[in-house]
């Protein structure tokens, strides 16, 4: 037998070593490619999606002329509404070629393209603030008025002079003119908050959608969720965790909470469509429905939640409460539930914000449709929450789905927008938890 | 009269009924209240209650059945659980357990909720089905591979194409999710220290808490066009940019969190001992882990991949936007392909006829899937379960 070293590792050694240290690195790559996929997507969104919160403006004074805008000449309400949008294009254009003028600037774009350089919505801007304010007719207003989603795309970087030669929404012409306006300080690019709270728009205005509506409707079905869901869920929960005697039908319950978690959200649209819609003639796309639907989406999570709460409770509380003569019924909701009460809120907060980010079943009930109206939470023909609305994710959804690439950075404006609700609430729980977490 | 109307009387009922019962209570105990068999409260209570809970079941009866004069109905019930409640308040009543017994129906119905949810999807599903199948040959919808819906009738609904776009997509995300996620779950368990455990975990749970919307937007804007330029177009496999590989790759991302979490759960539950006595017979780390602790938790590990199966075949958001729209059978995975769940969406969104087979074949769809998943989850809990109580 040859004589070894214990200080020189054999060739055994050395392949267990490199084994032990291949594994070791698949785990490393492993996390890092997890990190990875979720940098990239992250930056993938909000890269995409900071655009939406700017919004470029253009400074333009228009002069009101009395001889297109009030044909009555005296100022009667039923005639200045009779002056479409299209009216009100003509003095637009009047303005934007004395703003141009004004400022000096040539451009080989002809009169009847000008009006490209602004938003569709522009026109209405303008009409809406005359019927506003009848006086301000006969006078030069100065409007701050959005530009054409392709002007905006210019500044923003999303639409260069290649795109805009093969685009026929707009040319490099035009963007030259923007270009030299920007220069002249008549165009702004600045921060868009409005975002957050306009309606949606039509196919031809992406730089006047917003989420307005998305917003409030995804709030109204948040409160439906929050009542409805924590009740029956902390309810459930006491009678499975305190009451229940062992057998068959709460057996049944059990797996069935437990299938019911792991449903696909989809399902739950079908549900509500054949229950709630066609059965019950609830209306469709309104924030009940899917606040109904959402809840029984949610009912399991909380139940789940609540049920790892009241069980970190230690039993020697209720035996004390039982001890000086509570019944068993004051002793879990006068000492137990208020113990488990932090618990089961992290594990509400987590469920809604799993319910504001489904998107699935509400498009199933109808809530992809066009809503400009902002929904009222209580009318006497819809009654309560019975408005059509749009919810966050489905306008996301909405917005994937149209043509103008202008969409697109509206949508991950959007998602950006929900995240953050999605981390406020997150950074809620994680705080409640920390705060009032306790271990016996 | 309004719903709120009734509301604000079943209220204003409520809190008579429990003014009244303690009144009652208080006075046949001659104003002694150690006479008294339950606290002045519970008497209050038990009124209170004795009119909410009545009134409630009759508002969902009278709600489903659309009874006449239902809002009257409502309240006259709650009158008459209140006058009664009332009546039976004496001093030697004990109100306490009274109420008590109406806290529980509360309590139990509402676990009820859970079951009536799961009767609801399948007798909702079902019925659907039926009248699907009544129009459509139940052989047809199984066995066809042609899915071509047309509203003017004549259409094909064969279920093959769109399963087989679900598995596929579904095969190359776990593919994708399955290796990095027990990885990811051995390393941060086995490997990693606390500071870094703590660090990567939350990130790992953020992917987790991402909405499937904003995954569906990372497909169709991102890692499509990506895979199409990148790979496809090159190799000739095609140019669109919805795909399997898109679909699947972002679904693969998505499940990570899922398996990890679910994964380092079960590897953490592997008692030390196995670990300290492979260590102590001279294993290597990776050697104990390989040999010891993944064997051991295998059962837990293959549970938590079904439960990540059956979330990749209910899954929506990321195929309706990444997959495609296009039912085709084919090995290519750079094609557009579709899903059970695509179908379900683009079947019944817009204007819908609850009459037409193209319709109601959603239905069908929904319900094969809602069976797959509940297949999937039952097993993966049967085995989740049996292998937990093993250590215990």
């Known amino acids: 037998m040859t004589q070894r070293s214990l200080l020189v590792a054999d060739d055994r050694t ?154 026929k929404n707009t040319s490099p012409e035009l963007l030259t003119l923007a270009q030299d306006m920007a220069d002249a300080g008549l165009v702004e690019t600045r921060l868009n908050w409005r975002l957050l709270t306009l309606p949606d728009a039509s196919d031809q205005r992406p730089e006047a959608a917003g989420l307005g509506v998305a917003i409030l409707g995804s709030a109204y079905m948040m409160i439906i969720v929050l009542v409805l869901a924590l009740p029956i869920g902390v309810g459930a929960s006491i009678y499975l965790e305190e009451f229940a005697p062992k057998n068959r039908l709460t057996d049944v319950i059990e797996v069935n909470i437990a299938n019911l978690a792991a449903v696909p959200s989809i399902v739950y649209g079908i549900l509500g469509l054949a229950i709630f819609i066609n059965f019950a003639q609830l209306n469709q796309s309104s924030p009940l429905v899917g606040g109904l639907v959402l809840t029984l989406m949610t009912l399991p999570t909380i139940i789940i939640s609540t049920r790892a709460a009241l069980k970190a409770v230690p039993p020697s509380i209720r035996d004390a409460a039982l001890g000086v003569g509570a019944s068993k019924m004051q002793s879990v909701f006068h000492h137990v539930l208020p113990l488990a009460a932090p618990g089961i809120l992290t594990g509400t907060i987590i469920g809604l914000a799993q319910a504001l980010g489904e998107t699935a079943p509400l498009l199933l009930i109808g809530m992809v449709a066009f809503v400009r109206e902002y929904p009222a939470a209580y009318s006497a023909d819809a009654g309560l929450f019975g408005e059509a609305a749009t919810a966050l994710p489905v306008q996301i959804f909405n917005w994937t789905q149209r043509s103008d690439p202008a969409f697109v950075e509206r949508a991950s404006g959007a998602i950006i927008t929900l995240l953050v609700f999605l981390l406020i609430m997150n950074a809620a729980a994680i705080f409640l938890r920390r705060k009032f977490e306790r271990r016996w | ?232 177009q090159p190799l000739g496999l095609g140019d669109s940019a919805s795909s399997v590989m898109t679909a699947g790759l972002v679904m693969g991302i998505m499940l990570i969190p899922f398996v990890s979490s679910l994964s380092d759960d079960i590897i953490n539950a592997v008692p030390q001992s196995l670990r300290d006595g492979a260590l102590g017979l001279g294993a290597t780390k990776s050697e104990t882990i390989r040999q010891v602790v993944v064997p051991a938790a295998l059962p837990g590990i293959v549970g938590a991949i079904l439960l990540a199966a059956s979330r990749a075949i209910g899954e929506t958001m990321i195929v309706v936007l990444g997959a495609g729209a296009a039912a085709r059978l084919s090995l290519n995975p750079f094609e557009a392909m579709t899903t059970v769940t695509v179908k379900i969406v683009s079947q019944l969104t817009g204007d819908t006829d609850f009459a037409s087979p193209e319709t109601l074949v959603a239905f069908a769809l929904g319900l094969t899937l809602f069976v797959l998943t509940l297949g999937l989850n039952v097993v993966a809990l049967i085995v989740v379960r049996k292998y937990r109580e093993q250590y215990e």
């Not at chain 2, 519970?42 to 209170?48: S, T």
């Not at chain 2, 109100?95 to 806290?103: F, Q």
């Not at chain 2, 509203?151 to 093959?160: A, C, D, H, M, N």
């Open chain 2, 1 to 232: 009269m309004t719903v709120l109307f009734f509301t604000i009387a079943v209220t204003l009922l409520a809190g008579f009924a429990f003014k009244a019962a303690q009144l009652r209570a208080n006075a046949d105990a001659a104003s002694t209240k150690r006479r008294l068999a339950a606290l002045p409260r519970h008497y209050g209570l038990n009124g209170l209650l004795s009119v909410v809970v009545p009134a409630i079941v009759a508002a969902l009866i009278c709600a489903t059945a659309a009874v006449p004069y239902g809002g009257w109905c409502v309240v006259a019930v709650g009158a008459v659980g209140g006058c009664i409640a009332v009546i039976r308040s004496r001093s030697d009543f004990s109100a306490r357990n009274a109420a008590e017994r109406w806290i529980m129906g509360l309590l139990i119905s509402a676990s009820g909720v859970a079951i009536l949810t799961t009767v609801g999807i399948v007798a909702s599903m079902l019925f659907e089905t039926r009248s699907f199948f009544d129009q459509y040959d139940w052989r047809a919808f199984f066995l066809s591979s042609e899915w071509s819906p047309n509203f003017r009738g004549g259409s094909s609904l064969g279920i093959l194409p769109l399963l087989w776009g679900t598995l596929y997509i579904s095969a190359i995300a776990l593919a994708c999710a399955v290796p990095v996620g027990v990885f990811a779950a051995i390393y941060l368990s086995e490997y990693a220290t606390s500071r870094t455990r703590s660090l990567i975990k939350p990130a790992v749970e953020i992917l987790a808490g991402i909405p499937t919307i904003v995954y569906g937007l990372f497909a169709l804007i991102t890692v499509g066009p990506m895979l199409r330029d990148s790979f496809a």
């Open chain 1, 14 to 167: 050395k392949r267990r070593n490199a084994a032990e240290a291949r594994f070791k690195a698949y785990g490393r790559v492993a996390i890092a490619v997890t990190l990875l996929a979720l940098a990239a997507l992250l930056t993938s969104v909000v890269g995409t999606g900071v655009g939406a919160f700017k919004q470029t403006y253009a400074t333009v004074s228009v002069p009101l002329d009395r001889a297109v805008l009030d044909k009555s000449g005296v100022g009667d309400p039923a005639a200045l509404k009779k002056v479409t949008t299209l009216g009100y294009s003509k003095v637009l254009k009047r303005g934007l070629l004395d703003s141009i003028a004004g400022a000096g600037i040539t451009t080989d774009v002809r009169d009847k393209h000008l009006i490209k350089l602004l938003s569709k919505e522009a026109a209405a801007t303008v009409r809406n603030a005359v019927l506003g304010n009848p006086d301000l007719i006969g006078q030069t207003v100065e409007f701050d008025l959005l530009m054409n989603g392709r002007i905006d795309g210019f500044f923003k970087g999303r639409v260069t002079m290649e795109s805009a030669a093969l685009d």
